[in-house]
Structure formats: structure tokens, C-alpha cells
């Protein structure tokens, strides 16, 4: 803004671009970071740690950027800035520490948090569940909700709905394009004239699109919930098996039944003391497998295919994905929380179709 004289508003896709520069730039700086640990603190650290280096680079990159009063990379290449949406000017330190701290500490505080508040609540809603089946007789509409919650609660209690409305609104208006943005009321202005012959063509037909998968999403989640209660008003959906353990019978049940085990690590904690309660099984101390010894899984030859291409060292318990690659139990389950693809040949894997091997 100049004197009286507003430039014009940002339109979508130079605040896309703008973004996809800022990811590229941040990007390479996690790369570096990476590097930089692995060299000091070995593979495996780098990996475990692979969440915070990448908070770490985003918040490095805005606060040497946004934080102190800079335009960013992406902004400064599309010639966009900043600017408070009630006053039209450029946003005080206030706004900018927040938008940062939403942006980028309140998703990793929710990814740190979430976890542990679920099984918390599944654990409840479990033994609730167990206290009705054993009692027996009609289910009450307080039942019903309660398995609904157990069966939906990771998606109930998922901000990506939240992201995904959003984005559906940026679409449609052009303006603020991530969540953080809209919440502290930052927009983007162009820091020059724009021609007639410039004006940018917008992307309602991608709000149009994401609109119609929400929809549809929502129409097929509320027929599997309406056929999977009438299915278990006619036949239990659940059984009690010894010490009050109680397994779904749904065929499609696979995840919700193995996600106390899934949401396990590999060390000692209360994590692993509470699955130990559930299934009154002793978790190991120590990897049942090692194949530093070579009488172990002979069939896998040679000293190099024996080690995990993630951690470098000789695989423990050794896990295979459904595309054939080989990893430590520990190391493909980490890696598959944070991002669901075989990290060879990037295929898609999830964590619950993970398969341990035996000899």
C-alpha cells in the first residue's frame, strides 16, 4: 500500500506457487539437517528424529524469514507480501509469532498428544464395551454410540477434516490458504500492478472437485455405519476372549483390532506395560531375531542383504512389507507411521500390513 492506493489482493495460484517455493526451500533444508545428524548421530537417530528435524527446518526457515519481518522465499519470487486483513498493512510481531506457532507447533504438539489421548479414550470406551457384552441382553443406544466412537475415533478426533474445509474455502475465495492464516486474519497482497491481461484465473473447479469428495465420503461412511449396525443387531460384533480381551468380528476390523499393537514402540514404557496388561503376554526385553547370527534365517544369503537399509545395521526381528522388502521390525513400523510407503520402491504400505518373520 502506497499513500491511499491499495495494490490488489494475491489470487490463488501465485499464493500456491508461493507455497510450493517456501516447501521447496524448506525441503532443502531439512535435507541438510538430516545430513548433518546422520553424520553425528548415526542413521537410525536421524530417522526417529525425522519429525522434529523437520519441524526444526520449518521453524528455522520462518523465523528467519517471516518472524523478523522478511518476506519469504516463494513470496519474494511471486512478488506477494503479507498484509493484516482489517488494516492493510503489514502484520505485527504478534501476528506473525502466532501464525507461526499455529502453523507449525500446534500440528506437531497434536501428532505428539493425540496418540496417548486415544488409547486413553479407547481404553474407556473398550471396557465399557467388555462391561456390556458380559452383562448381556439388548443393546442400548448408548452401546451403539460408544462402538461407533471405537470404530471411528481416529477419524473423529483427525484435524484433516478441519484442513480439508478449509482449503475447499480458499478455493472458492482465493484467500488464506493455510489454516494459521486464517485464523490470525493474514492475506496476501501483490507488491506491484497487475494488468488486465494478468488477472489470474482461479480454482473454484478444484473447490468444486474437493466439495464432491467430502460428499461422497460422508455418503459412504454413513451407509457402512447404518449396514454395520444392522448387521451387528442381528449378530454380535464383538467377543469377550479370556481375561476380558475383546476382539471385533468384523471382517474389516483388521486395523482397529491390532491398533493397541501398532501404536506400541520398540522400548520399554508404559506403552508396552499396557500392552502387557491387555494381552497377558511379556513383551521382550531384547529382539527375538538377530541376524548377525548367521544360523538365523539362513535363507537369506550374503552379509549386506542381512542388514536394514534404514538403520545400516543387522536386522532384529526382521518384517517384511507387502512388496517383498525387508526391514527391522522396529525401523519399517517407525517408518510406515510417518509415512505410509515401502521406502525402496515406494509403494504403498501400511503399518497393519506389515509381516514379521520367523525361522
Given at each position: 500500500?502506497?499513500?491511499?492506493?491499495?495494490?490488489?489482493?494475491?489470487?490463488?495460484?501465485?499464493?500456491?506457487?508461493?507455497?510450493?517455493?517456501?516447501?521447496?526451500?524448506?525441503?532443502?533444508?531439512?535435507?541438510?539437517?538430516?545430513?548433518?545428524?546422520?553424520?553425528?548421530?548415526?542413521?537410525?537417530?536421524?530417522?526417529?528424529?525425522?519429525?522434529?528435524?523437520?519441524?526444526?527446518?520449518?521453524?528455522?526457515?520462518?523465523?528467519?524469514?517471516?518472524?523478523?519481518?522478511?518476506?519469504?522465499?516463494?513470496?519474494?519470487?511471486?512478488?506477494?507480501?503479507?498484509?493484516?486483513?482489517?488494516?492493510?498493512?503489514?502484520?505485527?510481531?504478534?501476528?506473525?509469532?502466532?501464525?507461526?506457532?499455529?502453523?507449525?507447533?500446534?500440528?506437531?504438539?497434536?501428532?505428539?498428544?493425540?496418540?496417548?489421548?486415544?488409547?486413553?479414550?479407547?481404553?474407556?470406551?473398550?471396557?465399557?464395551?467388555?462391561?456390556?457384552?458380559?452383562?448381556?441382553?439388548?443393546?442400548?443406544?448408548r452401546t451403539h454410540i460408544q462402538s461407533y466412537l471405537l470404530?471411528?475415533?481416529?477419524?473423529?478426533?483427525?484435524?484433516?477434516?478441519?484442513?480439508?474445509?478449509?482449503?475447499?474455502?480458499?478455493?472458492?475465495?482465493?484467500?488464506?490458504?493455510?489454516?494459521?492464516?486464517?485464523?490470525?486474519?493474514?492475506?496476501?497482497?501483490?507488491?506491484?500492478?497487475?494488468?488486465?491481461?494478468?488477472?489470474?484465473?482461479?480454482?473454484?473447479?478444484?473447490?468444486?472437485?474437493?466439495?464432491?469428495?467430502?460428499?461422497?465420503?460422508?455418503?459412504?461412511?454413513?451407509?457402512?455405519?447404518?449396514?454395520?449396525?444392522?448387521?451387528?443387531?442381528?449378530?454380535?460384533?464383538?467377543?469377550?476372549?479370556?481375561?476380558?480381551?475383546?476382539?471385533?468380528?468384523?471382517?474389516?476390523?483388521?486395523?482397529?483390532?491390532?491398533?493397541?499393537?501398532?501404536?506400541?514402540?520398540?522400548?520399554?514404557?508404559?506403552?508396552?506395560?499396557?500392552?502387557?496388561?491387555?494381552?497377558?503376554?511379556?513383551?521382550?526385553?531384547?529382539?527375538?531375531?538377530?541376524?548377525?547370527?548367521?544360523?538365523?534365517?539362513?535363507?537369506?544369503?550374503?552379509?549386506?542383504?542381512?542388514?536394514?537399509?534404514?538403520?545400516?545395521?543387522?536386522?532384529?526381528?526382521?518384517?517384511?512389507?507387502?512388496?517383498?522388502?525387508?526391514?527391522?521390525?522396529?525401523?519399517?513400523?517407525?517408518?510406515?507411521?510417518?509415512?505410509?510407503?515401502?521406502?525402496?520402491?515406494?509403494?504403498?504400505?501400511?503399518?497393519?500390513?506389515?509381516?514379521?518373520?520367523?525361522?
Open positions: 500500500m502506497v499513500g491511499n492506493y491499495h495494490y490488489p489482493f494475491a489470487s490463488s495460484p501465485d499464493i500456491i506457487r508461493s507455497n510450493q517455493k517456501d516447501a521447496y526451500f524448506e525441503g532443502i533444508l531439512l535435507e541438510q539437517l538430516s545430513s548433518i545428524l546422520r553424520r553425528l548421530y548415526g542413521a537410525r537417530f536421524a530417522h526417529t528424529y525425522t519429525s522434529e528435524a523437520r519441524t526444526f527446518s520449518e521453524l528455522i526457515y520462518l523465523g528467519l524469514t517471516t518472524f523478523i519481518g522478511n518476506r519469504t522465499l516463494g513470496e519474494e519470487y511471486c512478488d506477494i507480501v503479507q498484509v493484516e486483513d482489517d488494516a492493510l498493512q503489514l502484520p505485527s510481531i504478534q501476528r506473525r509469532g502466532a501464525y507461526i506457532l499455529t502453523t507449525i507447533l500446534l500440528p506437531y504438539s497434536l501428532n505428539k498428544l493425540l496418540p496417548a489421548f486415544r488409547r486413553r479414550i479407547r481404553a474407556k470406551l473398550e471396557a465399557n464395551l467388555s462391561k456390556s457384552a458380559r452383562r448381556g441382553g439388548k443393546t442400548s443406544l470404530t471411528n475415533f481416529e477419524t473423529i478426533t483427525s484435524p484433516s477434516p478441519v484442513y480439508a474445509l478449509s482449503l475447499a474455502t480458499f478455493y472458492f475465495s482465493g484467500a488464506y490458504y493455510h489454516l494459521g492464516k486464517r485464523l490470525w486474519g493474514l492475506r496476501y497482497t501483490f507488491t506491484r500492478n497487475v494488468e488486465a491481461g494478468e488477472q489470474r484465473v482461479g480454482y473454484e473447479v478444484l473447490g468444486v472437485l474437493l466439495v464432491l469428495q467430502i460428499a461422497v465420503q460422508g455418503y459412504l461412511h454413513l451407509h457402512q455405519t447404518v449396514t454395520v449396525a444392522n448387521a451387528s443387531s442381528q449378530a454380535g460384533s464383538s467377543a469377550v476372549l479370556d481375561h476380558g480381551v475383546e476382539v471385533s468380528l468384523d471382517p474389516n476390523a483388521y486395523s482397529s483390532n491390532n491398533a493397541l499393537l501398532f501404536e506400541t514402540t520398540g522400548t520399554r514404557g508404559d506403552k508396552l506395560e499396557g500392552l502387557e496388561k491387555v494381552t497377558h503376554t511379556a513383551a521382550l526385553e531384547e529382539p527375538r531375531y538377530r541376524l548377525q547370527d548367521a544360523e538365523t534365517m539362513q535363507w537369506i544369503n550374503g552379509r549386506q542383504q542381512r542388514k536394514c537399509t534404514l538403520c545400516l545395521d543387522e536386522m532384529k526381528d526382521p518384517s517384511v512389507t507387502t512388496c517383498g522388502h525387508v526391514f527391522c521390525w522396529t525401523c519399517i513400523g517407525d517408518w510406515c507411521r510417518e509415512k505410509p510407503e515401502c521406502p525402496l520402491c515406494r509403494q504403498t504400505s501400511l503399518v497393519q500390513h506389515i509381516l514379521p518373520l520367523r525361522g
